[in-house]
């Protein structure tokens, strides 16, 4: 069995290949193998590989399973103690590994850790889609240390210190592969977009830890897949968060939070229509909406399994606080603000 495997899920892009797998393989080899697994990609993307990187194993998806449920596939076929699942658009930095690694053999409570993320066109600002490590606010809208919303913050050394979180980025998702397995690994039906939230949730609800460290970090392009105002990302979004919630959250929580949701959702959508213009996002939400009630029954199995598993009834990483009333009303923009 390897000690450590880097899993690199591709769909199309071989121009993010060329640019970041170089840096992957520079200051990775040493303690990890490298694999690309490839959902069905249509470019010369493993034609570059074959050609440039033979040392970088290969694996070939059949058809473009989503992020999900395309690393679901990937791994199956890897024996390792530990995955590593690391986005396309990413570029590592020297001995980025060393730090989570020997974290993780010392600690056998943590379940999965992530790197800090900085922006690779800012390399002194947070990148939106980790920064220093994530939480949920009481109604399920994930934040991070050095993001909130859309405020993301220089990184200036406030939150280089290990901490415990709710969830780790996808982006740069360091698992034991035990821990993986045994909770059902990421859920495929969400494709893409808020699972590596909701498997983190699970393994926190199981009394399994999530870290982040900041000793190691690397800097990530981002939305390199789907744009961020593309109604797709939108749908997914909103539907995925929603049964997210729907799967972890406690039972005397569920029915308020969700009646609350249901309102923010509505507000949200009107206010993509009326302030910002933007008729795709706002179809979205109502389409995600009712794609949640359809789907919501093919869940109750879940949903059941992950509350007999839960083994604390709160979670401090999940606050209890509103995160809209912070920020759009108190304004409180930055993590250091928040109560």
Same mark, same amino acid.
């Given at each position: 069995?390897e000690k450590l495997a880097i ?9 993010? +290949? ?6 992957? &393989? ?6 990890? #193998? ?7 990609? /249509? ?5 570059? +590989? @074959? =050609? /440039? ?19 679901? @596939? ?22 980025? +590994? #060393?730090? &989570?690694?020997?974290? &993780? !053999? ?30 949920? !606010? %009481? ?5 991070? %240390? ?13 939150? !280089? ?6 969830? =780790? #980025?996808?982006? =740069?998702?360091? *698992? ?32 399994? @830890? *999530? ?23 939108t749908f997914l979004n909103f ?18 939070? &969700?009646?609350? %949701? ?5 507000? =949200? ?37 992950? $509350?007999?598993?839960?083994?604390? $009834? ?11 009333? $912070? ?6 923009? /930055?993590?250091? $603000? +928040?109560?």
């Amino acid at each position: 069995m390897e000690k450590l495997a880097i899993v690199i899920l591709n769909w199309n892009g071989e121009q993010m +290949l060329r640019t970041y797998l170089p840096s992957v &393989m520079q200051y990775s080899l040493d303690e990890a #193998t490298v694999y690309v697994a490839d959902n069905a990609s /249509t470019d010369g993307s493993l034609a570059f +590989l @074959k =050609a /440039t990187f033979p040392e970088c194993r290969l694996i070939v998806l059949e058809k473009n399973w989503g992020f999900a449920e395309g690393y679901n @596939k990937a791994l199956k076929e890897i024996e390792a103690e530990y995955y590593l699942l690391l986005n396309s658009d990413i570029e590592v930095t020297h001995h980025w +590994l #060393t730090p &989570m690694i020997e974290y &993780m !053999d010392s600690h056998k409570e943590v379940a999965a850790c992530q790197p800090k993320l900085l922006s690779a066109a800012d390399h002194d600002s947070f990148e939106y889609a980790g920064a220093s490590g994530g939480y949920l !606010d %009481r109604f399920g809208y994930p934040f991070c %240390r050095g993001r909130i919303f859309d405020t993301v913050e220089s990184d200036n050394g406030q939150y !280089d210190y290990a901490t415990e979180i709710l969830w =780790a #980025t996808g982006a =740069a998702l360091m *698992i034991r592969s035990k821990d993986y397995w045994e909770a059902g690994g990421l859920d495929g039906r969400f494709f893409a977009h808020n699972e590596e939230i909701d498997l983190c949730w699970r393994l926190r609800i199981k009394g399994r @830890k *999530i870290v982040c460290l900041p000793e190691s970090y690397v800097y990530h392009v981002g939305g390199g897949t789907l744009p961020k105002s593309n109604p797709m990302k939108t749908f997914l979004n909103f539907r995925n968060n929603l049964t997210m919630l729907y799967k972890c959250l406690p039972e005397e929580e569920l029915k308020p939070v &969700m009646r609350w %949701r249901w309102v923010l959702d509505y507000v =949200a959508a009107w206010e993509m229509l009326i302030l910002k213009g933007n008729t795709g996002d706002f179809k979205a939400v109502y389409r995600a909406r009712r794609a949640f009630k359809r789907w919501r029954k093919d869940f109750e199995g879940d949903r059941r399994a992950i $509350q007999t598993s839960r083994r604390a $009834q709160k979670i401090p990483e999940q606050r209890m606080f509103s995160l809209l009333w $912070q920020y759009y009303v108190k304004g409180h923009k /930055t993590f250091g $603000q +928040l109560p």
